[in-house]
C-alpha cells in the first residue's frame, strides 16, 4: 500500500518508511520484510520490465481483506456493542480516490464524524442506515475501505 501512500500523501509516505528503517533492526520485522520480499518482481505478470529502482509488489488482496473485515468487525462492536459476524459482511471497496467512493458510502461522510486517536494514521467514519452498518476506514490519509455489514443476526455467538 506505500504507492497509494506516496502518490496522495508524500508527507506521510516519508514517515512510514523512516519508522520502516527504525524498526528493521527488530526480528518481526525482519520476518515480515522476507515475506514480502517474497512476492517482488522487476517484470509485471503482464510481462513488461519495469525500469531500474522499479519494483512490484504483489499484494494477497483476500488476505488484505480479511485484515480489514476484521478491523471493522472491531470497530462495530466499539460502535454497537454487538458482536457482528464476518458472514454479515455485504460489501467491501478499496477506494484510492474520492472518485472511487460509491454515493451510499459518501452518505457516511455526510452523516457523522470522524473518529480515530491519530487522524494521520487511521480514521473511520461510522453510520447505520436502513438495517445495514456501514464504515468508512481511512489508512494513513491515502486510501480508504469502504465496508457494508448487515445488522440481521447471522450466526450470533450468543445463538
Known sequence: MYPAVQRSNPNMAKLMFEDLLRRSE??????????????????????????????EIALDGYRMQRVVLKIAIGLLYEETSEYVPLGNAKDIRLCENEEDVPEL??????????????????????????????????????????????????GRADQ
Open 26 to 55: 527488530k526480528p518481526q520485522t525482519q520476518i515480515l520484510a522476507r515475506k514480502l520480499l517474497r512476492n517482488t518482481g522487476f517484470i509485471t505478470k503482464g510481462g513488461i520490465h519495469l525500469p531500474a529502482g522499479t519494483v
Open 105 to 154: 458510502y459518501q452518505l457516511v461522510f455526510n452523516a457523522s464524524l470522524i473518529k480515530g486517536a491519530y487522524h494521520k494514521v487511521f480514521s473511520y467514519k461510522y453510520f447505520e442506515f436502513d438495517a445495514n452498518h456501514l464504515l468508512c476506514m481511512l489508512f494513513w490519509g491515502s486510501f480508504m475501505f469502504c465496508v457494508c455489514f448487515e445488522s440481521r443476526a447471522i
